[in-house]
């Protein structure tokens, strides 16, 4: 078996493929997705952060490619031709970022209800104003997860853990850990009026792009937080400013955006009911090692012929 492995991990990823592979013969491929030797006859591939246009030159010589590795949540583009028109096995990493996005969807709530952004203008001007404070809780209010998979029920867990009633959505409901009410997909609309904190952790397909816009908003109570870890197309930015500017809901936490990134002028940077950041939730040093190990896991399950994890429905789109 040959595989095409990204010659940037080298060091990190041959202990793992001895370890599953020992007989597999690798070729590196650089930075700019060029393979250091032929792969006409290879039928693995992980692919690593190059363009969509670079994975397309890769696939076209593996004409024996079976089955397509992605190191992101979702798939953001990996679905091109060369990849939907052939029988290839694709996987993502989902899963892998689901601690630090999740954390990071509890800070953005604790930084509303604490207004955090008020603490620190206090202290940039030395000011002690504990009189003028009306801190709330997180305890007792109500979050509305739109996507339930590894990512939405890590969140869940940890708002629960808060004392937060959660209530979710995924395209086949079934009860999961930490979520009092899960509804289909679209039904989630029906609970935007009594929520507190809507998140979106959906991924983005041609279903989900623009799904939420002036509609959505308009449902949400007018104290109501939005936040968004998952992909910037699913909202209408201009409806969402919109909606800021006139305090139709509270306000905002987003980490992602339709253009990224985010430009100099864009509105979001001063609405002071937003908390803007650059697309940093996913951070985290074990990241990396969670991507190679699930990789080393599935190449496990593909050498046996056994099902592999996080399979992505090339029609579906995630």
Request: glycine share 6%.
């Amino acid at each position: 078996m040959k595989l095409v492995l990204p010659g940037l991990l080298r060091d990190e990823l041959m202990p793992r493929i001895m370890a599953v592979a020992p007989e597999a013969t690798i070729v590196w491929f650089d930075q700019n997705g060029e393979p250091e030797a032929p792969i006409t006859d290879a039928e693995v591939l992980l692919r690593w952060f190059f363009s969509n246009e670079q994975l397309a030159r890769l696939v076209r010589q593996m004409p024996m490619l079976r089955w397509l590795h992605i190191p992101r949540a979702g798939v953001d583009g990996s679905l091109i031709p060369e990849v939907i028109e052939r029988d290839i096995i694709v996987t993502n990493s989902a899963g892998v970022h689901a601690i630090p996005i999740s954390e990071f969807v509890m800070f953005f709530a604790l930084s509303h209800v604490k207004q955090a952004r008020y603490l620190h203008q206090l202290q940039a001007a030395h000011q002690w104003r504990e009189a003028n404070l009306q801190l709330r809780e997180l305890a007792g209010t109500t979050m509305l997860i739109i996507g339930l998979g590894h990512i939405g029920q890590a969140i869940a867990e940890r708002a629960s853990a808060f004392g937060m009633r959660v209530w979710g959505s995924r395209r086949t409901p079934r009860p999961v850990a930490d979520v009092e009410r899960v509804v289909g997909e679209g039904e989630w609309r029906a609970l935007l009026p009594a929520a507190d904190f809507v998140v979106i952790a959906a991924p983005l397909t041609p279903a989900t792009r623009g799904m939420f816009g002036r509609a959505e908003l308009a449902l949400m109570k007018p104290d109501a937080y939005l936040i968004n870890i998952a992909r910037g197309e699913i909202v209408d930015e201009v409806a969402l400013i919109e909606a800021l500017r006139t305090r139709r809901i509270a306000g905002a936490g987003l980490d992602v955006f339709a253009q990224e990134p985010l430009p100099p002028d864009s509105p979001f940077w001063t609405l002071p009911n937003v908390f803007v950041t650059p697309h940093i939730s996913w951070s985290s040093p074990h990241i990396r090692t969670r991507t190679l190990d699930l990789f080393a896991a599935n190449l496990r399950a593909f050498i046996h012929q056994q099902p592999l994890q996080n399979v992505v429905d090339k029609q579906a789109g995630y």
